[in-house]
């Protein structure tokens, strides 16, 4: 009995021995097959007129051959299994095949095309899609028909380690119908404008994350210049102080949330069958703080009967709730319908066609604010529409608090991160060793780059880092000139009717100075901004003023490209004639005023407001108030009231200073 027991342990220990050794096998062999990078896919656009590289993974010391417009080219893999082959400059055309051979492997490429590829990247005005805006741009996708304009998007991801060798997912997209929706809608009419112009494929790798610092896109090379970033790149390599933050973060003691009354009773406050008892006025739009609410943090129920006519039930139906802060669910009759977890998207909200019914109808939007103002922000559209009925929900609701958040001591409930730990996507190198380094093989026409909101608290940083990220993107492409074209931050936040001081006017400063580096432009959106909204609807001018600057820096045509750009200032007893390049046709306000938004200064830099007039291709600034002038400010504010300096070509002036270091 005893060797019978050996027997069959025996013969289980090598079944199972041989089954390991088969899954080893089987481990190694899909290792070392053929395989392609995620960009080398079908649909693929490659860069026109340059040399460019196809590269792969197989079996250490593989042949590889790859075969592309009737010739061949060959490589063999390193003791990594890396190869890569080089394929001669080739104009615009296509679409072509590539097929791809190694060992008994077979790839095929399909629908190649050979034109402009552009890396588009920042924060979330480049993320921001065409379905997010597709109110105002619903005409350009239904009409969307542009089968060699093709975007990869990049998918979010952060690495601390070092840069990685390939996208975990990703495929290329065309613009035609539905599939337009998640191009970035900046990137889609900049890349639309180009195609229009030269008649070239134009393709879009899309490589955004909103709410980002610029150092999380550059790499640890990039940053050597910079001391405080190495230290934190060094900090962030130490993965024992990593884990350790991290395992701080889950293990601290955290109090139990506060009850929420309008979920904590049998009947839900958004339920048809509760009776509303001890509920108050309030308007929206508008902040709660400014409507009798001091200082709450927590949530905030609000609740209104909306009649429906008939014509607008037994069918979908779409709500705006405008812009919410921070976070919301809004339920019509007891069925939950949207839910956003953070301030800034607009709220779109799709109705079931089985929702609404004929006559009252109960509106129940619980909002939660962790800090500052919370509730509904002004000027934004707030109303219900079903085919051509619409029904206004602007005006009186009534609310009720459902909880209120202790104030945050550094332990309690009520926002921030008490437990400690980092954010990953907003270290140094985290964007760029997971989202930038697997294309940098990829050949490029150029960068198109909108960010900077996320620096503004710091904006004394971001010229250095802005200079720091151009040329580093130029190292690892091995492109020493490649164009590199930005977007200067548009208005935002609330306008001032005095001359003050502004970050994000520092920041612009610190954009238009990046100008001095070789084969840049800036696109300038002060005009372009929404007080309300840190992401502005308007998306196409931001867009073709980017292909504007395009045409100029990377296909060098004569035109013009940019606004006025402040060159030069003189002073003339007192007044103070300000020149500047980029003046186009000549120098015009956009609405026939005198020019606004100029501040003037003495020695003491007490700034005024300015009277300002245009004198040829010069702006003269004066006031009553100072007889002996120094300085000199146009449009410095977050968001000027009336920015209305141009070119006769429709391009608006940056922003400047004549005051700066």
């Excluded at 041989?18 to 089987?26: E, G, K, N, Q």
């Amino acid at each position: 009995m005893l060797r019978n027991n050996f027997v069959r342990a025996y013969r289980l220990t090598m079944k199972r021995l041989t089954l390991l050794c088969w899954l080893l096998i089987a481990s190694l062999t899909v290792q070392a097959q053929l395989r392609l990078p995620k960009l080398i896919s079908d649909g693929m656009v490659l860069q026109r007129d340059t040399r460019l590289t196809i590269w792969g993974w197989a079996k250490a010391g593989e042949r590889i051959t790859v075969r592309f417009k009737n010739k061949t080219y060959k490589a063999t893999t390193d003791n990594q299994g890396k190869w890569k082959v080089a394929l001669p400059p080739m104009p615009a055309g296509g679409p072509f095949t590539m097929e791809i051979t190694g060992g008994n492997s077979q790839l095929t490429v399909n629908d190649v095309l050979l034109g402009d590829v552009w890396l588009c990247s920042g924060q979330s005005n480049m993320v921001h899609q065409m379905n997010i805006h597709d109110v105002t741009y619903a005409k350009e996708i239904a009409e969307a028909n542009f089968p060699q304009i093709r975007q990869f998007w990049v998918p979010t991801l952060t690495n601390l380690r070092g840069p990685q060798p390939d996208f975990p997912q990703g495929q290329w997209k065309a613009a035609i119908g539905e599939d337009v929706r998640p191009f970035s809608a900046v990137a889609y009419f900049f890349a639309r404008k180009i195609h229009q112009k030269y008649n070239i494929p134009v393709g879009i790798i899309n490589a955004s994350v909103g709410g980002t610092p610029i150092e999380a896109w550059i790499s640890e090379e990039g940053l050597k210049e910079i001391p405080a970033q190495q230290a934190l790149i060094e900090k962030n390599k130490d993965t024992t102080y990593v884990n350790g933050l991290a395992r701080r973060r889950t293990n601290a003691p955290r109090p139990a949330p506060p009850v929420d009354l309008g979920t904590a009773g049998a009947t839900k406050w958004y339920d048809p069958a509760y009776t509303p008892k001890g509920w108050r006025p309030i308007n929206i739009p508008g902040y709660w703080e400014d409507q009798g609410i001091k200082d709450l943090n927590g949530v905030v129920w609000y609740r209104r009967e909306v009649d429906i006519p008939a014509s607008m039930t037994g069918k979908a139906a779409r709500v705006f709730l405008g812009r919410i802060v921070d976070a919301d669910e809004l339920y019509i009759n007891g069925k939950q319908v949207g839910r956003t977890t953070y301030q800034y998207p607009q709220r779109r909200y799709a109705v079931p066609a089985d929702v609404l019914k004929p006559g009252k109808n109960v509106f129940v939007v619980r909002v939660t604010n962790m800090a500052g103002k919370g509730g509904f922000v002004p000027d934004k559209p707030y109303c219900i529409f079903a085919g051509a009925d619409t029904v206004d929900l602007k005006g009186t609701w009534q609310y009720k608090v459902g909880t209120a958040y202790r104030p945050f001591t550094g332990g309690g409930f009520g926002g921030g991160n008490p437990a400690g730990g980092i954010n990953a996507q907003n270290q140094p190198t985290a964007l760029y060793n997971a989202m930038v380094a697997p294309a940098i093989d990829y050949a490029i026409k150029g960068v198109c780059w909108y960010q900077g909101e996320s620096n503004a608290g710091r904006p004394g940083e971001y010229e250095a880092l802005q200079r720091a990220l151009i040329s580093d993107w130029r190292n690892r492409f091995n492109q020493p000139n490649l164009p590199f074209l930005y977007v200067q931050l548009p208005g935002f936040m609330e306008y001032t009717y005095q001359p003050a001081e502004s970050s994000w006017a520092v920041l612009r400063e610190a954009q238009l100075k990046a100008l001095s580096v070789p084969n840049t432009a800036m696109a300038v959106a002060i005009d372009l901004g929404e007080w309300n909204d840190i992401h502005p609807d308007n998306k196409k001018d931001v867009g073709e003023r980017l292909a504007l600057a395009a045409m100029n820096v990377a296909y060098n045509e004569k035109l013009v490209y940019s606004g006025p750009l402040f060159q030069s200032a003189t002073i003339e007893g007192n007044k103070i004639v300000i020149s500047f390049t980029h003046v186009g046709s000549g120098l015009i306000t956009n609405d026939g005023e005198a020019p606004g938004e100029f501040a003037i200064a003495g020695s003491d830099k007490k700034f005024v407001w300015a009277k300002a007039r245009i004198e040829g291709d010069n702006v003269v600034v004066w006031s009553d108030e100072v007889a002996s002038p120094q300085y000199v400010r146009y449009a410095w504010a977050d968001n000027p009231v009336n920015p209305n300096l141009y070119n006769k070509e429709g391009i608006p002036a940056s922003p400047f200073r004549t005051d700066g270091k």
